[in-house]
C-alpha cells in the first residue's frame, strides 16, 4: 500500500511539472536531478510512525470490549443508584499477534488492560472511591506453540486453575455465583442485624481458584477430548507466593450434547485448592446445565468449602440474536468465619448486527457471622450493555 502512496506521489508530481513547464521552465531546471528524495524521504518517516496490522512476520488484533451499566444496591440499611463500569467483566482492550515459523511451530504474546472508573461496580457508597479510575495490566505474556507437543506460555496470565469451579457451555457472565462477588464484593461492607457496618462480603464467599499471575504455564495437545496443564508461578507480592498448579480439561460432543468439564488443583504459600466442574448442553434447545465444587485448605487446619449449580437456555427468539434466561445458587462455607448463600438470575439479548449484549442482572447474597450471627441481605440489580470491538 504504501508503494503505491510512492508511485502516486510521483505521477503527481510529474503532472504538476508538465502543468508549470510552460511558464516556469527555468524554476523547474534548478530543481536538479534529486527532485524526489527529499519526499522519498518524508514518506519514508511517515511510514515508520504509522500504525500497522503488524509486520510482514507477526500479525497484530486489536479487539476488546466496553461494558458499562446502572446498577442498584440495598444494603438491609442504605441503598443507592450508580452508573457503574461492570466488573463482572470489565471494560477492556488487547493486542494479539501470531506468526508461523514452520508447518508445526507457532509463536505469539497477548497484551491485555482491563479499565475501571471510580464508578466500577465492585464498591458501593460504603466505599472509598479514588479519583480518575485505573488501568490495570489483565495480561502481559508471550508463547511459543507446536501442534506435537503443546504451548508454553510464559509472562503475567491466567493460571491453569482460573476458572475451573465454573466451567459452563451456555451460561453468560451473570451465572456465577462468583460474578456476584466480583460485582459487589470489592467494597461493599455486610452489615449486621444492629444496622452497623461489617465484614467485607467477599471474606465470606469461597474463591477455590487462583486468577492471574506470573508465570511459565505448559498446556498439553488435546488427545480424545482431554488436556492438561500445569504451572509454576513467580512471587509477586506477598499474597502471591511461589506455586504450583495444575488441571485436567475435557470438551466434547455426544450426539446432540455438548459436554466440557475440568479438575484442578494448586498449592500457593501452604494453602491447597481443590477445585472442579462440570456443564452440559443440549444443541438443539439450548438448554444447559452446570455444577461446580471446590475446597480451601488454608493454615491453623481451617477449611473452606463450596458448591454450585447453574442452569438456563440460550434460543433465538427475535431477529435481532440469540436470547439467554439463567439462574445460579451457591453455597460458602467459611472455616472459623461463617457461611453464605447466593442466588440470581439473568437475562440477556444479543444484538448480532452490532456485536453487542444488553443485559439485566439481579443478585441476592444471605450471610452469617460465627460472631455476630445472621447479617443484613445484600441486593443488587445491574442493567447495562456490553459492545465488542
Known sequence: MMGGLKLSSRVAMLAAAGVLSSGMAAKAADLGGNCCADLEERVAELEATTARKGNRRVSLAIS?????????????????????????????????????????????YLLEFGMATPGASSTQSLATEAEGGTVTIRHQVLFISSKRWGTLHVGHTSTPSDGISEMCLGCTTGDSSAQAVSLVGGGVLVRNAAGGSGTALSNYIVDPEQGRQSQVRYTSPTIAGFSVQAAWTDEEAALDPDGIHATLRYAGEWGAYRVAGVIGWSDQSDVERVAGSLSVSHTPTGLYVSAGAGSVERVLNLDDDMWRISAGINRRINSLGSTHFGFYYSHSDVGGLGDSDTWGGSIQQNIDAAAAEIYLQYHNVQATDITAGKLQDVDVVLGGMRIMF
Open 64 to 108: 476488546g470490549h466496553v461494558n458499562e451499566g446502572v446498577m442498584y444496591f440495598h444494603d438491609g440499611v442504605d441503598s443507592d443508584v450508580r452508573q457503574v463500569t461492570n466488573a463482572q467483566s470489565q471494560t477492556r482492550f488487547r493486542f494479539q499477534g501470531n506468526a508461523t515459523i514452520n508447518s508445526d511451530w507457532s509463536a505469539g
